[in-house]
């Protein structure tokens, strides 16, 4: 139950920019090239940081507990803070573009999969969760983007924010 919360949380992520970026009217095409991207990053991003973490827990001795609050903690903080932000939308238009989006909406993946062995013994499935969770909200984001955004868009991640920040206080006590 906490990696499908932490996988919803990560999605809103994706979703609020999915939301931004389907009102740009994206086609079909390009609304499947960019789910699917944002997913295959959000499956490698926490495997890679979940590497990085072990070497770095190796020569660091942390509390991983403390680690996982300060890391969802800050990750939240920073959800939150990205929904004031003024940002200008640039339509997607080449594949460098969907792939720059799709590691943008996933850094906070590679931050989660740090601390990823405390969160779950599973890391394939873990990550393939995440993937799952953020391609169906990237897609769903791009396909009611033209609806909705200016009514869930920066709802959504303060709520995804807030979620993390919870989530990162249980694993402090």
Same mark, same amino acid.
């Given at each position: 139950?906490?990696?499908?919360?932490?996988?919803?949380?990560?999605?809103? =992520?994706?979703?609020?920019?999915?939301?931004?970026?389907?009102?740009?009217?994206?086609?079909?095409? =390009?609304?499947?090239? #960019?789910?699917?991207?944002?997913?295959?990053?959000?499956?490698?991003?926490?495997?890679?940081?979940?590497?990085?973490?072990?070497?770095?827990?190796?020569?660091?001795?942390?509390?991983?507990?403390?680690?996982?609050?300060?890391?969802?903690?800050?990750?939240?903080?920073?959800?939150?803070?990205? #929904?004031?932000?003024?940002?200008?939308?640039?339509?997607?238009?080449?594949?460098?573009?969907?792939?720059?989006?799709?590691?943008?909406?996933?850094?906070?993946?590679?931050?989660?999969?740090?601390?990823?062995?405390?969160?779950? =013994?599973?890391?394939?499935?873990?990550?393939?969760?995440?993937?799952?969770?953020?391609?169906?909200?990237?897609?769903?984001?791009?396909?009611?983007?033209?609806?909705?955004?200016?009514?869930?868009?920066?709802?959504?991640?303060?709520?995804?924010?807030?979620?993390?920040?919870?989530?990162?206080?249980?694993?402090?006590?």
């Amino acid at each position: 139950m906490l990696v499908i919360l932490i996988a919803i949380s990560l999605s809103m =992520d994706a979703f609020s920019l999915a939301l931004a970026y389907g009102t740009l009217n994206l086609n079909k095409k =390009d609304v499947y090239k #960019t789910a699917i991207t944002v997913g295959v990053y959000h499956f490698i991003m926490p495997l890679l940081g979940m590497k990085i973490g072990a070497i770095l827990f190796h020569f660091l001795k942390f509390e991983p507990s403390l680690i996982v609050f300060i890391i969802l903690s800050f990750i939240g903080v920073q959800m939150i803070i990205e #929904t004031f932000k003024k940002e200008e939308i640039k339509p997607l238009v080449n594949i460098l573009e969907i792939l720059l989006f799709g590691l943008a909406v996933s850094i906070d993946s590679f931050s989660i999969g740090i601390s990823l062995n405390v969160i779950s =013994d599973n890391y394939i499935l873990t990550s393939l969760t995440f993937a799952i969770f953020s391609f169906i909200f990237t897609y769903f984001g791009l396909i009611l983007g033209k609806k909705i955004n200016n009514l869930v868009g920066k709802t959504s991640t303060i709520i995804g924010g807030i979620v993390l920040i919870i989530i990162g206080i249980f694993y402090l006590f």
